[in-house]
Structures are given as C-alpha cells and as structure tokens.
C-alpha cells in the first residue's frame, strides 16, 4: 500500500494518531528543547510541522543512544527524511495539528554549504537555471500541481461531450501551418546538405522529415470517422523568439469536430475556458490563493497592482465572452491608434498589445475575433462570401491576449486545391487530406490551445519557460 501523502496527514483528525511523514524539510528552527521541523512532499503548498523534544528522547533516537546530535544536525533544507510520531492538536496559529516526533530517519542529507535552495529568496531567472529542483519551491510546485490538474481537467471535459482522445505523430512529413518553421529529423550525416543529391533515399524515413508543429490535419482525419475528437500532445516550432510567450517544444490540445460551424467552434472554445478556469478554482484553490497572492498583476513576482487571478478566472469563468469581427476590432483599435507600438491597419495580424486592449479596455473580459483576413490565415481555413476573409476566431483574454486559435475548416476541394495553388504548396505531399474533401465531406471546425499559455493565464506566471518543467527555446535544451 502507498504510503499516506502530507495532505492525507494533514485533513485527519488530531487524535493522537500514529503517523509517518516522507518527504523534504523545508525549514528547521530550535527553541530551548524544542526543534521545530516543517516537512514538505509536494502534495500540497503547506506541509507539516513536526516537534523534536530533547527531553522526551532522552538523549536517543530510536533506541540508538548517541545518534540523535547526529541525525538533527542532517535536518536541514532540502534533506529527505522520515518521521514518526504522533498527530496531536497543535498550538500554533494556522495548523490544526502537527506531529510529536518519535524517531527520525534522514534517507538524504543536503549539506548548506552546497545545497543551492536555501531558506531565502531565489529570483525566478535563478530558479530556471536549476530546472532539476526548482519543483522543491513553493511556486514551481504550486504550477506543477495547477498543471497536473488541468491536464486531468482538458481530458474530463472532453470525455463528458463524447470526443475521443487520439494520438497524433510526433513525426511527419507535413507542414500543418505551413510557415516552414519545422525541427527535421534525419539519420543522414548532420554536416551534409540539407537535400543531398541522392534524395532522401538513404534517410530513415526515405523522405523529409520533421517534429510535428499540429496535430490539426491528423485529427480532421478521425473527426470525420468518429465525429469528435482531440489531440492533447507536444509540439515543435523552430521559431528563434526570445520571448517570454514562446517556446521551441510546447503542448497544444486540439478538438476537431465533424458537422460543426464557427459558430459551433466558438460556443465549444467559450465552454472549454470557462470549464477550466472553474476546475482551477475548485480543485487547485491553496494554489491559486498563493499565485493571487504573490503573483497578481504587476511583473510576475507579485510587484505591481491589478485585478487578482482568483477574481479574473471567477469573471470569465462566469461572464459571456465578447464577440466582434477583426474589421470591427481593427475599427476599434484605430480610434487609439497613437496609443501603440504599432499601428493597427487592416491586413495586418493583431499585436500581443492590440489583444490586450481589445480585452482590458473594450470588453472588460475575454474577446472573440473572427473573420480575419485570408492573407494572414493558414491555407485549411474556410473563406467567407467576400473572398477577402475567412471563417476564423481568436479567443483573447485579459493579461495574456491570444490563448486559442481555430477555424471551420475548408470542405470544398476545389476550393481547397485553389488555395493550395496560390500559395505554391505541393499538393502532393498533401494527397490524404485532400481525399477527406472527395470521400463523404462534411463542414467541420476545431481548434487550438497552447496549454502553456493557459497555464500562464491561471497563474499569472509573467514566462512561459517556467510553467513548463523543462522549457526548450533558443539556445536551451539543458537537462
């Protein structure tokens, strides 16, 4: 049977009840004859305070006389330990209960002189240099946990509206977006061109290969076999963008329904978010308390005011997303126009500052854009009547600005065919997508979200390289 977790420990009763506590020691103070231990496991953001008294031992531990000096002198920050003891009503403001030690077992000591996550402050930049233990501090845990709960939140709400979870390839020979910003995988000698004469006959694959930018083509293809599903898996994008909304290997969840509309696109991404930000109240909230606390507004590190996470999940979770089309935003935009970096004009994609305007200063809350216009679009997506924009949404959000991208799909061939024309694609490498327009076509739509950028929305962390455990961008694939 799996030992009980520091938050198991922590919900029962006072009673003196025999427990042991597993975990990491956070921090260590003594008083006297006391020495006050407070044991962490990660199941939770609080941890457990356990009380040594020196005179109860008697100079023992355990019944190895001589060992205690030894063994309390191992407790510091960071040592794994085990601890018997008692669960008794504690004393202390803010603890029902805490645990009267018995015997101390310390499995792993962390000397001071090394140990790199002493008891003070560490800058997040600090922190992502050590990736390995950085999940040992209270914020990284606390994003660890939200993660964890979210991802177990993205599979629950799909499974209750009947999608199935596929798994697309992480390699193929496609270009999804077609923006060329494609990782390639080859066996061929790295120092050799990137086409060698021969073709890529003596290549693993025997063609160009590549990490997966989308699974989005792939998941139309089981939409229009099983009607619903969705992707939830990594993703590759070579983008060289040192920014703190962008990583080279990120996950992106992608449900691509059959028979389905913008407008059913739209209804599901609004149902979706709002799905979420509930779960992340309900079921992360000692987390969430800590990000509105420390995290709320300002730079990430709790420096600056403005509206707490907890309020703005609790707002859009219970709101009525803003819907407007890109000319109508654009329209918007125009009348502050010198208040940008750039200048909103028509024909161009929105900036990350027009999003949050749009958001923070028109709606008041979450912004759905459509109908863009077809040059700054992928080639897949449905162009509406006037031939000049298409049958795609963006769903922004205050703080972050975009956090879903989708589309209703374009199910004419001929159409589809054009447009691959006009951008110079091959359309032979896409011959199976195309024959989903030839074999029982139907309208269908779906969309994508970066679960980073979620996680950055909920927690307010201000990078995106610390809410992933191990971030891969440009000129980082350490650990």
Not at 232 to 245: H, I, L, M, W
Not at 262 to 269: F, V
Not at 380 to 386: G, I, P, R
């Amino acid at each position: 049977m799996l030992f009980p977790l520091v938050r198991d420990i922590r919900s029962l009763s006072p009673e003196n009840q025999d427990v042991t506590v597993r975990g990491w020691v956070r921090t260590k103070r003594e008083m006297k004859n006391l020495i006050f231990v407070e044991v962490n496991d990660g199941s939770s953001l609080s941890g457990i305070q356990c009380v040594f008294d020196r005179e109860k031992d008697g100079g023992g531990n355990d019944g190895a006389a001589g060992n205690t000096a030894e063994t309390l002198a191992a407790l510091g920050t960071g040592a794994a330990v085990e601890i018997r003891g008692r669960l008794v009503p504690s004393p202390a403001a803010g603890q029902d209960a805490e645990v009267a030690v018995s015997g101390i077992t310390v499995p792993g000591s962390a000397p001071a002189e090394s140990y790199p996550l002493q008891k003070k402050h560490h800058s997040l930049e600090f922190l992502r240099e050590r990736a390995h233990l950085r999940a040992r501090t209270n914020t990284f845990g606390a994003v660890a946990r939200v993660r964890s709960g979210l991802a177990f939140a993205v599979h629950r709400f799909f499974r209750e509206r009947g999608f199935q979870y596929m798994h697309t390839p992480i390699i193929t020979s496609n270009d999804a977006e077609g923006a060329g910003s494609m990782f390639r995988v080859t066996t061929l000698d790295p120092l050799a061109s990137a086409k060698p004469e021969s073709g890529y006959g003596g290549d693993f694959f025997g063609r160009a290969a590549y990490l997966t930018v989308s699974g989005q083509l792939e998941a139309e293809t089981y939409a229009c076999a099983l009607s619903r599903v969705y992707t939830f898996g990594p993703a590759f994008r070579a983008e060289n963008s040192n920014t703190v909304r962008h990583l080279a290997e990120f996950w992106m969840i992608e449900p691509e329904m059959a028979f389905a509309s913008l407008e059913d696109d739209m209804d599901l991404a609004e149902d979706f978010l709002k799905s979420l930000f509930t779960a992340a109240l309900q079921d992360c909230a000692e987390d969430i308390a800590f990000f509105d606390k420390h995290f709320s507004g300002g730079d990430g590190r709790g420096n600056g005011a403005g509206k707490g996470i907890a309020e703005t999940l609790e707002a859009a979770a219970t709101s009525k997303f803003v819907r407007m089309t890109y000319t109508e935003a654009v329209r918007e935009l125009e009348k502050s126009a010198g208040s940008f970096e750039y200048r909103p004009c028509w024909g161009r994609d929105l900036q990350s500052e027009h999003e949050k305007f749009l958001t923070e200063k028109i709606a008041g809350g979450p912004v759905i854009v459509t109908s863009y216009p077809r040059e700054i679009k992928a080639f897949y997506m449905k162009m509406n009547d006037d031939e000049k924009t298409v049958r795609a949404m963006d769903v922004l959000v205050p703080r972050l600005g975009e956090i879903i991208g989708g589309s209703q799909r374009e199910d004419d061939l001929q159409k589809l065919s054009r447009r691959m024309e006009e951008l110079g694609m091959k359309k032979d490498s896409y011959w199976w997508y195309l024959d989903l327009r030839r074999y029982g076509s139907v309208p269908h739509s779906g969309f994508g979200l970066g679960f980073e950028r979620l996680i950055q929305y909920v927690t307010g962390m201000i990078n995106i390289r610390d809410v992933i455990p191990y971030p891969r961008a440009a000129g980082q694939a350490e650990f």
